[in-house]
């Protein structure tokens, strides 16, 4: 890949943006030798089949023109769904009080992995309550987070 993650985002945001989607985020992953590119775009209507396949098609007009990636490459567009990975401090903070799971780059307290409700968002990190225990995670050192669906 040529440009980083954070320049395909600046590429893509503006074009999600403009469809009428919140853009949520990306993931650029490469298994075996192939390449996927996953777009998240959110809508407080939520996301139909249709709207992806339309942001698809302008991002995937976007890439062919720009070729931000050299390799092939399969591009997906989806909505968050209900184990929506978090890509920003914003994103926490709007899902606290749902249960998250929360993968770290490096241990932190002999932990590399949480698993608790998401108690919210002070000056750059993440609160996990996990029963009685709060730890408070900083937000550069998340290397993953998601929502963990609760069903009753």
Known sequence: MAASTAQIQELIAPVVIDLGFE????????????????????????????DCAKVSREVSLLLDVEDPIRSEYRLEVSSPGMSRPFFTLDQYSRYS????????????????????????????????????????????????????????
């Open 97 to 152: 009080g749902f249960f998250v799971k929360i993968k770290l780059r490096f241990a932190f307290e002999g932990r590399r992995q949480f698993k608790g409700l998401l108690a919210g968002v002070e000056n750059d990190e993440v609160l996990i309550r996990d029963g009685e225990d709060e730890y408070s995670l900083p937000f550069e050192a998340i290397d993953k987070g998601s929502m963990l669906p609760q069903f009753e």
């Open 23 to 50: 853009f949520w985020g990306l993931e650029y992953q490469t298994k075996s030798g192939a390449a996927l590119l996953r777009v998240f775009i959110e809508s407080p209507d939520g996301i139909s089949v249709d």
